[in-house]
């Protein structure tokens, strides 16, 4: 194709930022970060995509990294409470549809720079015509029908041609996936010849340089190639096999290990016992604390515990203070790759993030890359009814073992298996549940049931019995100074009044348990003055009513 081209000014041209995350790129995706997460409800996924789309443009304009967006984009929406499907199918739809107008922090490609003539092959997109001036990409072409003649008409044009040619490559890089020639000319709108070339062009280079390569008897087709291996000596490991690490909950005999250079995270509410369960690791694996520990000394990195706090929590074990000196206690609460033991235990209580949540996922990525033989316990925050922590699933990619820990009443917590993928027991323990309850200033992890599947309803039940014994408790505290034989109830029988203790009270509360006896003492006091109703074997009925109310309580 002949070109010619005829400069109107002269006038210096701004050249594309080169690399990607540079610091017009990082403020760009924090401007769009605030503003999806001061989005009101009902107008988040419209700004999902508009900021997907923003920011599409500046990947293609390698302002960015396409996995940085994606993951800024994903944590932050999760963050929000917006579904996992629904936020993928948003980010990958609105930057799909940015990277076709590529932008830049001055404009690359300035079309009223340069008037070109276009030859006879006609790829002004009018077959056999002649044009001149600034107009002759068209009125109705779209972005990549512009980028891709703007090249044209500048022959071999490298500065406008890397335009079109980014643009392939982070639409490459988005999936990672096996895809055809026509699946990139319909993403990327590629109509006419020249720039079907074009692409046809870059595609070879990609090849050349290793990040695709064709597929073998299929014309057209290519792979995003993963050239990176990493081998695993799995036939002479540097350690044993054995867990080397103790975990709460009775979690080994389900058959659940935790190996080197794994992650263990908890996701918690606040208030649900993650510093707790914390201490408790770093209890059990110290062996100057533990009979069965295996580590000498451990990094405990804390957010929040000055050393008043530290120092009350540990005493409350009961051991001597000296046995704590290998736990090396650390105030952190960010950047944990640059401090973490790579061959130890650490332990992270906990990763404090207030509002940027998408980065909860790089971190743990960046402490898993840090981490040889070591292993890292890290606690994050998590919002009350979901499994996962603020960052939303994006905070599972990396770990081993996660733990999701909820308050289900004030004082009572569940621990739920989110995710354990090394377990040899024939029982598959994802999904798995156990109540317990923080007791002794945390030292304790009094467990109230075994591992089982708790379904809706259950679960219901079983926080009612718990509302039930935290009531209870407080009428005993309150009672605790109350002499045993003084009146708790009175009844009226046959115009006396007669009366039972608080002692006897505290025996049916021990009897019936799950019975709110107390409740259904008061309405018997009531119905016994409005009908009355009681013999002179007052005491036997109201003990046999509240017999007969407990068995109808647990189905009987």
Request: glycine share 10%.
């Amino acid at each position: 194709m002949k070109l010619q081209l005829v400069k109107k000014q002269p006038h210096k041209k701004s050249n594309p930022v080169s690399g990607t995350n540079n610091a017009y790129g990082q403020k760009a995706l924090a401007n769009e970060i605030v503003a999806l997460s001061c989005a009101g409800e009902g107008g988040r996924n419209d700004q999902l995509n508009r900021s997907a789309y923003s920011l599409g443009q500046l990947i293609a304009g390698g302002q960015l990294d396409i996995s940085s967006v994606e993951n800024a984009l994903r944590g932050t929406a999760a963050g929000l409470g917006l579904k996992s499907s629904e936020i993928e199918k948003t980010i990958a739809s609105g930057i799909k549809s940015g990277m076709i107008e590529p932008r830049y922090p001055q404009s690359e490609f300035d079309h009223g720079e340069f008037s070109g003539q276009i030859g006879q092959d006609g790829q002004n997109g009018h077959e056999g015509q002649d044009r001149t001036g600034s107009d002759n990409v068209g009125q109705d072409r779209t972005t990549a029908d512009k980028i891709g003649q703007t090249s044209d008409r500048i022959g071999s044009g490298e500065s406008f041609g890397s335009g079109l040619r980014s643009t392939l490559k982070a639409w490459i890089l988005q999936d990672k996936r096996q895809f055809r020639i026509q699946d990139a000319y319909n993403d990327l709108d590629i109509r006419n010849r020249q720039q079907k070339k074009n692409v046809s062009s870059y595609l070879a280079k990609f090849c050349e340089d290793g990040l695709i390569e064709r597929s073998n008897g299929q014309r057209g087709v290519f792979l995003y190639k993963e050239s990176v291996r990493t081998h695993i000596d799995f036939i002479n490991p540097v350690v044993n096999m054995d867990s080397s690490l103790r975990l709460p909950f009775g979690l080994e005999d389900l058959g659940i290990h935790l190996m080197p250079g794994n992650i263990f995270v908890i996701a918690g509410e606040s208030n649900a016992g993650k510093t707790s369960i914390c201490l408790n690791i770093a209890h059990d694996n110290l062996s100057s604390l533990c009979s069965k520990g295996k580590h000498e000394t451990l990094n405990y990195f804390s957010s929040e515990m000055g050393p008043q706090e530290m120092h009350r929590r540990v005493k409350a074990f009961g051991k001597p203070l000296k046995a704590w000196a290998g736990m090396k206690a650390i105030e952190r609460n960010k950047f944990f790759h640059q401090v973490v033991d790579p061959d130890g235990l650490n332990i992270i209580d906990f990763m404090e993030v207030h509002n940027e949540f998408y980065l909860v996922g790089d971190w743990i990525s960046q402490i898993h890359e840090a981490l040889n033989e070591g292993i890292c316990v890290i606690a994050i925050q998590k919002k009350s009814g979901t499994d996962f922590g603020r960052s939303g699933e994006i905070s599972v990619e990396k770990s081993r073992l996660y733990l999701s820990i909820s308050e289900v009443i004030k004082g009572y917590s569940s621990c739920k298996i989110v995710k354990a993928k090394n377990y040899n027991a024939p029982r598959n323990p994802n999904g798995l549940e156990k109540d317990f309850r923080v007791a002794q200033k945390g030292a304790v992890l009094e467990e109230l049931t075994d591992w089982r599947y708790v379904k809706y309803a259950e679960r219901k039940k079983i926080n009612s019995e718990y509302e039930l014994l935290v009531k209870q408790e407080d009428a005993a505290y309150a009672e605790r100074s109350i002499p045993g034989d003084e009146t708790a109830y009175e009844f009226y029988v046959d115009g006396d009044t007669k009366r039972v203790t608080f002692r006897q009270v505290s025996q049916w509360r021990e009897s019936y348990k799950g019975l709110d006896v107390d409740e259904a003492l008061r309405e018997l006091s009531e119905d016994s003055v409005d009908r009355p109703f009681l013999t002179k074997n007052w005491f036997f009925q109201v003990s046999g009513i509240l017999g007969k109310k407990h068995k109808q309580y647990r189905g009987e």
